[in-house]
C-alpha cells in the first residue's frame, strides 16, 4: 500500500488521465529505482559508505602494512559496490524533462556512461589487491593514495541527507544539526589523518609537530598516535592554538596554512547554517516583543485607559500564541474538497448542535461547514456590539461568551453561552441592529460566517430555507424580550431578503410538537402554532383591525374566540372563517399557510 511518504523519495507523478492506482509497468530485467528492494539495498551500501569514509584516510596515514583482516573486508566492501554498479546498467531512471521512468536499455546504458560511471569504477577498484598481486610496493604510498578516491561514495550520503530533509516524518532541525556535525566529524578526521601522514613521511621525525611534543612518538600506541592527531585538528579548526602542538617543518607550515584557509570556508558554512536555524526560532519573538513595545508606546501617547490597554495587549499575545497555528493559511493552501474534509472532521459535530441547522439537509450543512472560519479570542474581548450593524454570525466551539443588554446606561449579564451555541444570527438573518452585545469570558475558539455567504446559502436551499427560519422563529417566539412590533419589523426583513415568508405568516412556522391523547385511547400530535387573526364585519369582509393580532393558537375553539374577543376590545365575534371566507368548524384543520379571521355580529 502507497504511503504519504512515497512523495518525499521523488517518486514519478502519474501522467494526466492516470488513474490513481495505475502500477508503473517497465520492461523485463529492468529494475524501479522505486521498488522496495532495491532501496534497502541503498540503505545497506549507505552503512558501508560512512565505513569506508573514515577508514580511507585512516588506512592511508596510520596502516602502512594492512594486515589481512583489514584488507579482506575492503575488497568486499568493493564488491558490494561493484555489483551495484552491474545493477546500475539495469536500473530505469527518472526523465527531468518529462519527469517520466525511462526504461529504455540503450539510454540507460549511454546515461550512466556519460555520467558517474568512470568515476564509480575508479572508486571500486581494489588498488590494495592489484600491488599484492603484482608483488611490487603492494602497499606503498602510491596504493593508498588511489585507494582515497573510494571517498567519491560520499555522494549518496549527499543524497540522503537532501531526502531526510524533506521527510515530514522527521524534524528537519535535528536533520541539518546531524548533517553540520557530520561534515566537521570527517573534515577534523580527514585533517588529522593528513597531518600525521606528513609527519610520518618526513625523514627527521624530531622535527615534526608531533616528534617535537612526543620523542620516539612511532613506538607508541596507534590509539594514542590517533588521539594526539585529532586534538591538532580541533584545537586548530577551532582557532585555540594552544601552542603545545605546532608546525616545525616547512611541509608541515604549508598544510597548516591551507588547512587554516579550509577552516574559513568550513567556519563561515557552519556559522551561517546554524544562525539560519536560530533566527527561525527567535524571529517571531522579537516580532512580538516589538509589537508589544509599539502598541504599550500607542497607548501611552494617546492615554488610552488601562482597560483599553489590556485588550491590545491580550489580543496580541493571544495571536502570538496562536500564530504557529496557521489555520487559515494551511486551509487556504489545499483543494476545496481537503478544506471540506477538514471543516467536517473539526467543526461539523458542533455545527450539528446548533439550533439554528437542526433538520437542515446534510449538503446543506457541509456548504456551511466549508465556509467558517475558525477564529481565537482572549478574555474581555468584545465580539459584537449592541446595536450594531449585522455583519457576522459566531458558533461558540471552545470558552465562554457573556450576552449582554444596556439597558437606561447599564449593561446587564443575560445569560453566558457555552459550547455549541450560535450568537448574532437574529441580527443577520432579519436584518436589524444586533439587540445584545456579547463578549468573551476567557480565550474562547469561534466559528466566524460571513452574512453574505451564509444568506445566499439559505437562498440557494429552499427546502433548508424554510427549516431554518422556522427555527429562527421558533427561538424568537420562545424569547420573551421581544414585543410584537420587533417580531413584525423581523418577519418584514426576512419576507424582503428571502421571499419566503409574508408578514403574517411568518410566525406560523413553530416546530414543537405536543403528544395529545383523543378520545378514542389513539395518541396524534398537534403542532403549536402563533397565528395571526383578523376581524371582519359580515356586510364588509374587509379587515377592521390595521394591525394584525399575533396569538397562540389555542386547542380548542371556545379558547380561540375568548382570546380574540380580549383582543379586539370586546366585540362579540360569531364565526371562524379562512382565508376564502369558508367557515371553520374544528381548529385542528388550520394550516399553516392560513390567515384566519373572525367575523363579528352587527
Known amino acids: 500500500?502507497?504511503?504519504?511518504?512515497?512523495?518525499?523519495?521523488?517518486?514519478?507523478?502519474?501522467?494526466?488521465?492516470?488513474?490513481?492506482?495505475?502500477?508503473?509497468?517497465?520492461?523485463?530485467?529492468?529494475?524501479?529505482?522505486?521498488?522496495?528492494?532495491?532501496?534497502?539495498?541503498?540503505?545497506?551500501?549507505?552503512?558501508?559508505?560512512?565505513?569506508?569514509?573514515?577508514?580511507?584516510?585512516?588506512?592511508?596515514?596510520?596502516?602502512?602494512?594492512?594486515?589481512?583482516?583489514?584488507?579482506?573486508?575492503?575488497?568486499?566492501?568493493?564488491?558490494?559496490?561493484?555489483?551495484?554498479?552491474?545493477?546500475?546498467?539495469?536500473?530505469?531512471?527518472?526523465?527531468?524533462?518529462?519527469?517520466?521512468?525511462?526504461?529504455?536499455?540503450?539510454?540507460?546504458?549511454?546515461?550512466?556512461?556519460?555520467?558517474?560511471?568512470?568515476?564509480?569504477?575508479?572508486?571500486?577498484?581494489?588498488?590494495?589487491?592489484?600491488?599484492?598481486?603484482?608483488?611490487?610496493?603492494?602497499?606503498?604510498?602510491?596504493?593508498?593514495?588511489?585507494?582515497?578516491?573510494?571517498?567519491?561514495?560520499?555522494?549518496?550520503?549527499?543524497?540522503?541527507?537532501?531526502?531526510?530533509?524533506?521527510?515530514i516524518r522527521l524534524n528537519y532541525y535535528w536533520i541539518r544539526c546531524t548533517k553540520l556535525i557530520s561534515v566537521t566529524l570527517f573534515a577534523v578526521h580527514c585533517s588529522g589523518c593528513f597531518n600525521y601522514l606528513i609527519a610520518d613521511r618526513y625523514p627527521n621525525p624530531a622535527r615534526t609537530w608531533i616528534g617535537a611534543a612526543i620523542s620516539n612518538y612511532r613506538s607508541q600506541s596507534l590509539?594514542?598516535?590517533?588521539?594526539?592527531?585529532?586534538?591538532?585538528?580541533?584545537?586548530?579548526?577551532?582557532?585555540?592554538?594552544?601552542?603545545?602542538?605546532?608546525?616545525?617543518?616547512?611541509?608541515?607550515?604549508?598544510?597548516?596554512?591551507?588547512?587554516?584557509?579550509?577552516n574559513l570556508g568550513l567556519t563561515a558554512y557552519l556559522i551561517g547554517n546554524m544562525t539560519n536555524l536560530v533566527v527561525q526560532g527567535s524571529c517571531r519573538t522579537r516580532n512580538f516583543r516589538d509589537t508589544i513595545h509599539a502598541a504599550s508606546q500607542f497607548a501611552a501617547r494617546n492615554k488610552l485607559p488601562g482597560h483599553i490597554k489590556d485588550e491590545m495587549l491580550s489580543h496580541i499575545c493571544l495571536r502570538y500564541k496562536t500564530e504557529g497555528?496557521?489555520?487559515?493559511?494551511?486551509?487556504?493552501?489545499?483543494?476545496?474538497?481537503?478544506?471540506?474534509?477538514?471543516?467536517c472532521?473539526?467543526?461539523?459535530?458542533?455545527?450539528?448542535?446548533?439550533?439554528?441547522?437542526?433538520?437542515?439537509?446534510?449538503?446543506?450543512?457541509?456548504?456551511?461547514?466549508?465556509?467558517?472560519?475558525?477564529?481565537?479570542?482572549?478574555?474581555?474581548?468584545?465580539?459584537?456590539?449592541?446595536?450594531?450593524?449585522?455583519r457576522d454570525v459566531y458558533i461558540l466551539v471552545s470558552g465562554a461568551v457573556e450576552e449582554r443588554v444596556e439597558i437606561d446606561g447599564t449593561e446587564k449579564v443575560q445569560e453566558v453561552l457555552c459550547d455549541g451555541e450560535i450568537f448574532g444570527e437574529i441580527g443577520v438573518i432579519c436584518s436589524i441592529p444586533q439587540p445584545c452585545a456579547f463578549h468573551t469570558i476567557k480565550v474562547s475558539q469561534l466559528l466566524r460566517l460571513n452574512t453574505a455567504v451564509l444568506k445566499n446559502i439559505i437562498k440557494e436551499n429552499s427546502d433548508d430555507r424554510r427549516v431554518i427560519l422556522n427555527n429562527l422563529s421558533q427561538k424568537m417566539n420562545q424569547d420573551h424580550r421581544f414585543s410584537t412590533e420587533v417580531m413584525e419589523k423581523s418577519l418584514q426583513m426576512m419576507h424582503q431578503h428571502f421571499g419566503?415568508?409574508?408578514?403574517?405568516?411568518?410566525?406560523?412556522?413553530?416546530?414543537?410538537?405536543?403528544?395529545?391523547?383523543?378520545?378514542?385511547?389513539?395518541?396524534?400530535?398537534?403542532?403549536?402554532?402563533?397565528?395571526?387573526?383578523?376581524?371582519?364585519?359580515?356586510?364588509?369582509?374587509?379587515?377592521?383591525?390595521?394591525?394584525?393580532?399575533?396569538?397562540?393558537?389555542?386547542?380548542?375553539?371556545?379558547?380561540?374566540?375568548?382570546?380574540?374577543?380580549?383582543?379586539?376590545?370586546?366585540?362579540?365575534?360569531?364565526?371562524l372563517v379562512n382565508p376564502e371566507f369558508a367557515e371553520i368548524d374544528d381548529i385542528t384543520v388550520i394550516r399553516d399557510d392560513w390567515s384566519t379571521g373572525h367575523e363579528r355580529a352587527f
Open 500 to 575: 419566503e415568508y409574508n408578514r403574517c405568516s411568518a410566525l406560523n412556522q413553530d416546530n414543537e410538537k405536543n403528544e395529545l391523547k383523543a378520545n378514542n385511547g389513539h395518541s396524534m400530535a398537534l403542532e403549536w402554532k402563533r397565528v395571526t387573526i383578523h376581524m371582519y364585519s359580515q356586510r364588509n369582509k374587509r379587515p377592521e383591525a390595521p394591525l394584525a393580532k399575533v396569538i397562540n393558537l389555542p386547542g380548542s375553539l371556545d379558547k380561540l374566540f375568548a382570546i380574540a374577543c380580549q383582543k379586539f376590545n370586546n366585540y362579540r365575534l360569531t364565526k
Open 1 to 167: 500500500m502507497e504511503t504519504i511518504s512515497n512523495i518525499f523519495h521523488n517518486d514519478p507523478l502519474p501522467p494526466l488521465g492516470a488513474r490513481a492506482n495505475q502500477s508503473i509497468k517497465l520492461r523485463k530485467f529492468i529494475i524501479s529505482p522505486y521498488d522496495s528492494r532495491y532501496r534497502t539495498w541503498e540503505t545497506f551500501l549507505l552503512v558501508l559508505v560512512v565505513y569506508s569514509a573514515w577508514i580511507c584516510p585512516f588506512e592511508l596515514a596510520y596502516l602502512r602494512n594492512l594486515s589481512w583482516k583489514v584488507s579482506l573486508v575492503d575488497n568486499i566492501i568493493d564488491s558490494f559496490f561493484a555489483i551495484d554498479i552491474i545493477l546500475t546498467f539495469f536500473l530505469a531512471y527518472l526523465d527531468q524533462k518529462s519527469y517520466l521512468l525511462v526504461d529504455d536499455p540503450k539510454r540507460i546504458v549511454a546515461r550512466y556512461f556519460s555520467s558517474w560511471f568512470l568515476f564509480d569504477v575508479c572508486s571500486t577498484i581494489p588498488y590494495q589487491l592489484l600491488g599484492q598481486i603484482f608483488k611490487k610496493h603492494e602497499n606503498g604510498l602510491a596504493y593508498r593514495l588511489l585507494s582515497m578516491l573510494r571517498l567519491w561514495r560520499l555522494r549518496r550520503l549527499s543524497e540522503l541527507f537532501a531526502r531526510l530533509e524533506k521527510d
Open 345 to 390: 472532521n473539526l467543526f461539523l459535530p458542533v455545527i450539528e448542535k446548533v439550533y439554528l441547522f437542526h433538520g437542515v439537509s446534510f449538503t446543506c450543512m457541509i456548504q456551511l461547514v466549508t465556509e467558517m472560519e475558525a477564529e481565537y479570542y482572549p478574555p474581555r474581548e468584545v465580539v459584537i456590539l449592541q446595536n450594531e450593524a449585522p
Open 223 to 262: 590509539w594514542v598516535r590517533y588521539v594526539t592527531a585529532i586534538y591538532w585538528s580541533i584545537t586548530t579548526l577551532t582557532t585555540t592554538g594552544y601552542g603545545d602542538l605546532h608546525a616545525e617543518n616547512q611541509r608541515e607550515m604549508l598544510f597548516s596554512i591551507c588547512y587554516m584557509l579550509f
Open 325 to 343: 497555528l496557521k489555520q487559515k493559511e494551511t486551509l487556504d493552501s489545499l483543494p476545496k474538497g481537503i478544506r471540506s474534509s477538514i471543516a
